[in-house]
């Protein structure tokens, strides 16, 4: 039994980490950056191999660093680790791949090399492998290696945030906890039922690489992103015991916001339900947490539980990303794919957001009015199919008499998206929302309640959630 837990929501962009010190302890996150200065790390490692060796950076250092020369950026590891098996089709060799990419035939071409000599270098390299062997060259090989990379970057990446956390943590107030034995858990995304989370190979080659990280493990070590999102928000990282049972108190944690009316027995307002939808860069998590006490005062004391609908689909702001820069001149592609994760951060933000784009150089902006159309229209396909998405997922929920919704995740910050999602859940069987939240929420006069989340639930609520009591079975 996990009496403290330390939750990292390992999230493809940014990883935020969460810690409950004690069972009845509110989580609380860590600020896991070298610099402690906000609650996420930025899940990038960077390699420079100028000095004949491999540096590595992580977080936000390896966020500065420029993709280029001797320096490789990875920022798709989680990803990676998650990633279908690879479509049927021949796979290519890194080699030939290389000979036969567009930009080897355009650099040949600069350098006056005919095409020729370039079909010449190809049979070379085809006969040479022949003659080594290749065990790689097998269709399927490119995508192993590329997951096993992730395995060992996963592995770098969770050894240097164990450090900074242990740091961050000698600066709490329990100077008596001894934190390098307090286990880990990790939030995960959702892509088949629930009691198959552990056996999903992305979990399984996780675990692989968290073996010799140096973290002990939580059981259970995987939660799911959508439920424990859910939770995080709804408890908002409350923990609380019966205190003569010691037993999980469900009222307790729960007893926030329109749900209190509904465990209290109101006739009126027998069932109650959340839906909780988050847009992350890999994926969209959808959770819908639901209660039906049949109009009575229910004994939620200790543990009467909550139906849970949950699932992630893998569409999320990456897809949007990739649409977009396919969309653009091809300089302002190169420039994008030359940036830091830092920068593209911030083009990110200016352009979905502030729609004031993002500026490379004197008289240069990407995602500027020049690009206006372009990025709009990238906007609204995203939109249609996350409203698409939503539509899928509530249609296999019944009515419930109250109702709340609750939108997280970096894509609920593009007002865009945000309004799309808000349309789509409108049309969720029963009744209309007493409640939403989301980031950047403003009350409309007379219109329904609001609650605008901050950055600490919007963005760090699947960290909390996923440290909550609620997961720990032997409270129950
Ligand atoms: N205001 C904003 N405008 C535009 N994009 C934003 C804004 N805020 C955050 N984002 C982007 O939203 C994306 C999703 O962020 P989030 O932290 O939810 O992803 P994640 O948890 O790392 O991904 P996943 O859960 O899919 O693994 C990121 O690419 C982030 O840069
Ligand atoms: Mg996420």
Known sequence: MAERVFCVDFGTFYTKVALRSAPQEAGALVPCSDEGLDFWAPTVVSADWTRGEARLEFGHRAADAKPGGKVVVY?????????PPPAQGPDLHPIDALLRSEEFEALAAKHGVLPAWVAGLRSLTTSARTLFGTPDASPGGAAARRQEEAKRLTYHYFKWLRECVLKACERLPHTALNYKDI?????????????TLAQHPGCVRLRDALASAGWPLADPLFVSEPEANAVGILTKAVNALTVRTKKINFREMFNRGPLITVLAGDAHHPTYRALVIDVGTF????????????GKEIDTSNGAGFGVTQQSIAFGISDLDATVRAALPEEKRAALNGMARKD??????????????YRIGPGKVIGGSADRPVVE????????????????FLQQLGPASMQEL?????GSNIPAVREALIKAAAATPGAAFVKTHAPGL????????????????????TALGGASLYFEREYF
């Open 75 to 83: 920022s798709n590891f989680k990803r990676e680790l998650f990633a």
């Open 183 to 195: 286990p880990l858990r990790i939030t995960v995304p959702l892509f088949g039922p629930i009691e």
């Open 283 to 294: 994926t969209s998590d959808f959770a819908a947490l639901g209660i039906d006490t049949c």
């Open 344 to 357: 593209f951060a911030a083009f990110q933000v200016s352009t979905y957001s502030a729609e004031t784009g």
């Open 377 to 392: 229209s990238c906007l609204s396909a995203f939109c249609t199919r996350l409203t698409d998405e939503t539509a899928a």
């Open 406 to 410: 609750i939108l997280t995740g970096g």
């Open 442 to 461: 403003k009350k409309v006069k007379a219109g329904p309640p609001v609650d605008p989340l901050d950055d600490k639930f919007a963005r760090g609520a």
